[in-house]
Structures are given as structure tokens and as C-alpha cells.
């Protein structure tokens, strides 16, 4: 079991930015990749960024590429985002989760851990 708590999100101008963190705890956190996930109200959940169990590799959504980056401290158990030169669009509540694998998964079925999910509301 893996329990993953979020932090870091709130209000913030368009151009601003924020830095968002997950905690994990109940597994071995190197041993599986990370991602962050976001839904804004009347979407889809979607993944913006993940990264492999090292850091190594990462992935990010179109939308947010050069925006946003994605790292985690293994020493630590947490997996950050940082979000910089925000938009309107990028308001929505954001997860962290787990998938089952070291690799960065890009699928929403792939995630088997979930966070509660942190608020980022971005105004313009």
C-alpha cells in the first residue's frame, strides 16, 4: 500500500509560479516511477509529467513543456512540480500518484495509487 500526500497548491497570478510536493510512504519509493495528474471541472483527468524511479527520465504534456518540471528526492520520498509562468488554463486540481512499474507510465489505468489532490487556481 502507498500513501501519497500532496501540498503546495493555491492562488497565484498568471505568469507566476508555484511548486507543488507529494510525500510518499508504505513502499520503497525508488522502486516506482511518479506522475502528476490534473483535472479541471467538466475534463478529463490528465497526466501533465512523470518521471522513472531514478529522475532519469521524464515525461510532460504538450501543454506544459518548458513550463513545468518535474523531479523527486528519493532520499526523501517526495516528488515535486514545478510550475513556473502559469496560465488560466492551468487551473485545476492536481494529483500525484503511483503507477505499479519503475518506467513512466503515461495511462491513467497504469496508476495505481492515487493522492487527495492539491487546488491550484490561476488568475488572470
Known amino acids: 500500500q502507498v500513501q501519497l500526500v500532496e501540498s503546495g497548491g493555491g492562488l497565484v497570478q498568471a505568469g507566476g509560479s508555484l511548486r507543488l510536493s507529494c510525500a510518499a510512504s508504505?513502499?520503497?519509493?525508488?522502486?516506482?516511477?511518479m506522475g502528476w495528474f490534473r483535472q479541471a471541472p467538466g475534463k478529463e483527468r490528465e497526466l501533465v509529467a512523470a518521471?522513472?524511479?531514478?529522475?532519469?527520465?521524464?515525461y510532460y504534456a504538450d501543454s506544459v513543456k518548458g513550463r513545468f518540471t518535474i523531479s523527486r528526492d528519493n532520499a526523501k520520498n517526495t516528488v515535486y512540480l514545478q510550475m513556473n509562468s502559469l496560465k488560466p488554463e492551468d487551473t485545476a486540481l492536481y494529483y500525484c500518484?503511483?503507477?505499479?512499474?519503475?518506467?513512466?507510465?503515461?495511462?491513467?489505468?497504469?496508476?495505481?495509487?492515487w493522492g487527495q489532490g492539491t487546488q491550484v487556481t490561476v488568475s488572470s
Open positions: 500518484a503511483a503507477p505499479h512499474g519503475r518506467s513512466i507510465a503515461t495511462m491513467r489505468y497504469e496508476y495505481d495509487y
Open positions: 508504505g513502499r520503497t519509493f525508488s522502486s516506482y516511477a
Open positions: 518521471v522513472s524511479w531514478s529522475g532519469s527520465s521524464t
